[in-house]
T-cell receptor, first 113, second 114 residues
Framework: NAGVTQTPKFQVLKTGQSMTLQCAQD?????MYWYRQDPGMGLRLIYY???????DKGEVPNGYNVSRLNKREFSLRLESAAPSQTSVYFC????????????FGPGTRLTVT | KNQVEQSPQSLIILEGKNCTLQ??????????LRWYKQDTGRGPVSLTI?????NTKSNGRYTATLDADTKQSSLHITASQLSDSASYIC?????????????FGPGTSLSVIP
């Protein structure tokens, strides 16, 4: 039981390049989330998926797209990376909805130069 | 605007000592409050969760309190250990009709030294 896994762990992009961050969970959770964490700030929600087949914008969705591929997998795509997207990205999942504990992955450290 | 503030920003204590971390929030309507521990380079891990009707919750050496009237919470760590060195994040959920919106505090960085 691996919990929430994320790939890659580290990534360096040049401005304008694209990439997809992968996330998978093996806890049969309905809800999945993508956050970014910047120094001195709390985690901020980028997108979430309350259930398979649905996605919704969070607090900071601009510059990102997501895909809920199936119940297990939720990917985050940067179409044209910008230096402002340099951050640590966390994927999380929860059992039914926001009221349940969220389990976090180990994070992806992304640097855009 | 709903916000979560934490103090102090950072704290250094000697191993074996106790400490208390503070969380103030302006989130309304309130659903629940969680404390997470985040080790360096890892994702946050839940320590406690409290709803409106709960004013204290313990998890081993961690005890969280909640005063919903003053919108304050504290996390008390007893007999600190080196492994307690981490960032502690207060997370408050805003109740909405279809889901609870989650707001993260900036965290308190705790260093426990020998």
């Amino acid at each position: 039981n691996a919990g929430v896994t994320q790939t890659p762990k580290f990534q360096v992009l040049k401005t304008g390049q694209s990439m997809t961050l992968q996330c998978a969970q093996d806890m049969n959770h309905n809800s999945m989330y993508w956050y970014r964490q910047d120094p001195g700030m709390g985690l901020r929600l980028i997108y979430y998926s309350a259930s398979e087949g649905t996605t919704d914008k969070g607090e900071v969705p601009n510059g990102y797209n997501v895909s809920r591929l199936n119940k297990r997998e939720f990917s985050l795509r940067l179409e044209s990376a910008a230096p402002s997207q340099t951050s640590v990205y966390f994927c999380a999942s929860s059992g039914r909805d926001w009221a349940y504990e969220q389990y976090f992955g180990p994070g992806t450290r992304l640097t855009v130069t | 605007k709903n916000q979560v503030e934490q103090s102090p920003q950072s704290l250094i204590i000697l191993e074996g000592k106790n400490c208390t971390l503070q969380c103030n929030y302006t989130v309304s309507p309130f659903s629940n409050l969680r404390w997470y521990k985040q080790d360096t380079g890892r994702g946050p891990v839940s320590l406690t969760i409290m709803t409106f009707s709960e004013n204290t919750k313990s998890n081993g050496r961690y005890t969280a309190t909640l005063d919903a009237d003053t919108k304050q919470s504290s996390l008390h760590i007893t007999a600190s250990q080196l492994s307690d060195s981490a960032s502690y994040i207060c997370v408050v959920s805003e109740m909405k009709t279809s889901y609870d919106k989650v707001i993260f505090g900036p965290g308190t960085s705790l260093s426990v030294i020998p």
